[in-house]
């Protein structure tokens, strides 16, 4: 039933943008923390920046001040907007929603994933 799809991912030369988007299905969308991650080739997979329920928002110092996490809570969707790209941007860029169970471990719901390719 949950589902998250994302949109948004492509190829562009260094100092141009993109805007990454997340459509979350199956009731979850507005309770819940949620991110984006990242995984270049070779590395682990890095929060980027994040989001909590209140809209509250936070990002990795590497992309401060370039890219902005922002959700709409009536069409269900997050975004990334990433601004003045840089070649170690490169990476597939994931939606990460976290459900808070009572008197359960967390549970993680992931996007497929779409590639960002930023060219020097």
């Known amino acids: 039933q949950v589902q998250l799809v994302e949109s948004g991912g492509g190829l562009v030369q260094a100092g141009g943008s993109l805007r990454l988007s997340c459509t979350v299905s199956g009731g979850i969308f507005s309770r819940n923390a949620m991110g984006w991650y990242r995984q270049a080739p070779g590395n682990e997979r890095e929060l980027v920046a994040r989001?909590?329920?209140?809209?509250?928002?936070d990002c990795e110092d590497s992309v401060k001040g370039r890219f902005t996490i922002s959700k709409d809570n009536a069409k269900n969707t997050m975004y990334l907007q990433m601004n003045s790209l840089k070649p170690e941007d490169t990476a597939v860029y994931y939606c990460?929603?976290?459900?808070?169970?009572?008197?359960?471990?967390?549970?993680?719901?992931w996007g497929q994933g779409t590639q960002v390719t930023v060219s020097s």
């Open positions: 990460n929603v976290r459900r808070l169970l009572v008197g359960l471990p967390s549970r993680d719901y």
């Open positions: 989001i909590n329920s209140g809209g509250l928002t």
